[in-house]
């Protein structure tokens, strides 16, 4: 019955996702909850001018610099993602619950000032775990896992690793990732 119901009413979600979110096209995440979501996100406005499904709790900042892979950042409770000095995520990056992603920071001297920096780059095959944060002009290079509660303050280009601790550092050399 369930199958019977997903396949009658899948065309009426796709329908749904495509006029909600024209820009985003990943078909795995045009669901029944995430067509609920969009039409809470446009109706209530919260997250209104984000062209991706984002969950209410969740705040992201100047998503027109902003490229999403194929999750979509923000659709996880309580994230926060500032996109104003950009922030570039590559396919299969997965973001956990309250996870922010920071790509913009104060002027020490003048905090009315903000400092330009490099955009965030989280390669593809990643995972950000609960609460971990991402800092201004990081680097996280392929399948790189940043572990719960992690606070990344520089770049880890080179990949297969696991990262932890406040400031995050490498904790343990991972295998290639297996799709």
Request: charged share 20%; hydrophobic share 40%; proline share 6%.
């Amino acid at each position: 019955m369930k199958y019977f119901l997903k396949k009658l009413f899948q065309p009426l979600i796709n329908l749904g996702m495509i006029l909600l979110f024209p820009r985003f096209k990943n078909k795995n995440y045009y669901t029944l909850s995430n067509l609920l979501k969009g039409i809470r996100q446009k109706l209530v406005g919260v997250n209104k001018s984000v062209p991706w499904p984002v969950h209410f709790t969740s705040l992201v900042k100047a998503p027109e610099k902003i490229q999403p892979g194929t999750k979509a950042p923000g659709s996880a409770i309580g994230c926060y993602i500032d996109g104003r000095n950009g922030i570039i995520i590559e396919e299969n990056v997965w973001i956990g619950p309250r996870v922010s992603i920071i790509s913009q920071n104060h002027d020490n001297d003048n905090y009315f000032h903000y400092l330009d920096e490099n955009p965030i780059k989280i390669r593809k095959n990643s995972l950000l775990a609960a609460n971990c944060v991402v800092l201004p002009g990081v680097e996280l290079g392929e399948h790189t896992i940043v572990a719960a509660g992690a606070v990344v303050t520089k770049s880890f280009a080179e990949g297969n690793q696991i990262l932890a601790g406040n400031p995050a550092k490498v904790i343990k050399k991972l295998g290639v990732y297996k799709d």
